[in-house]
């Protein structure tokens, strides 16, 4: 397959980053690129599920070709730099594979190290009738090495008790806390500002969402923001080698990192360009990252118990021996 590189120019370029979109197949294109260059690697591959820009194979099929992307990612992730790989579900004949646990041996066997199963749940999604409905998927963040970039002051979190101090001890009567906030946990709720109560609960993109376009599997810009934040520097190269319609190149520039996206479908890489022109321009619908999830009022009528449904409500769940 030909390479193609599509470097747009706009006329106004009001972040500081370099970017880059590349149509092509990922393998053929990263072995074009030099060692060590990227901080970051974020992506979510293919899950095998025979959406229109992958051919369903084997598990086994799939995760073979799999790996050697994965090499080559690994080859061109720098010495102090992260993978984070998101992932769902397989499902055949009912049967759920879970890809994470799968991906983690290739990883592995390759010598990186995992620093956090990441839980990324969201309220919506297809409803399952022989099983319990999916609501989660993970994001495997692996290092290199030991010594890697972790900016923890960037996602730091309020302290639930930020005048709590110590009992006993030394520091007796000392605060306890760090006045820029605590460290979240590997299970973080994005539904109030800051994440306070620690879940990610980022919504998926469906068609209410404000980022939605026509791709099926389409990830919310802020699941990749808040990695890049914590896991790269200003200047930083970021690297998605399944890119989609661009969340992770936007997540990117608007962060002053630069990026490069390689994507097969060339429909997808039109709808990035336009992304892209949009944010430069101000006129991109985002979800902003701090923004609380949609709670429905009680008054709102499709919160309330429909009509239809009263009387096998109140029979099935109330006691009416006191009526």
Known sequence: MKIKEMTFEFPEKPYKSDYKIILGDALENLNTIEDEKFD????????NVGKEYEIKKSIEAYLL??????????????????????????????????????????????????????????????????????????????????NYIFNLDNVRVPAKYPGKRHFK???K???SGIPKGKNPADVWEIVKKDWENELWDIPNVKSNHPEKTEHPCQYPIELVERCVLALTDEGSWVLDP?????????????????????????????????????????????????????IPSPNDKVAALPQEW??????????????
Request: charged share 25%.
């Open 310 to 323: 009263l009387s096998t409500y109140f029979h099935k769940y109330c006691d009416l021996t006191f009526l």
């Open 173 to 175: 009567g000392e605060l």
């Open 65 to 146: 070709d799999q790996e050697k992307v994965i090499e080559e990612l690994i080859r061109v992730t720098s010495s102090n730099g992260n993978i984070c790989w998101q992932v769902g579900n397989y499902v055949e004949k009912g049967e759920i594979y879970p890809l994470d646990i799968f991906y983690y041996q290739i990883f592995k066997k390759h010598n990186l190290k995992l620093r956090n199963r990441i839980v990324w749940h969201f309220g919506h999604g297809l409803h399952a009738s022989n099983r319990f409905s999916g609501r989660y998927e993970t994001i495997l963040w692996f290092t290199k090495s030991d």
């Open 40 to 47: 970051l690697v974020i992506t979510s591959p293919p899950y």
């Open 242 to 294: 399944f890119a989609g319609v661009g969340s992770t190149m936007i997540a990117s520039i608007k962060n002053n990192r630069n990026v490069i996206g390689i994507e097969k479908e060339k429909k997808y890489v039109e709808i990035t360009k336009q992304r892209i022109d949009k944010l430069f321009k101000g006129k991109l619908k985002l979800r902003p990252i701090n923004q609380s999830i949609h």
């Open 169 to 171: 001890g030394p520091k």
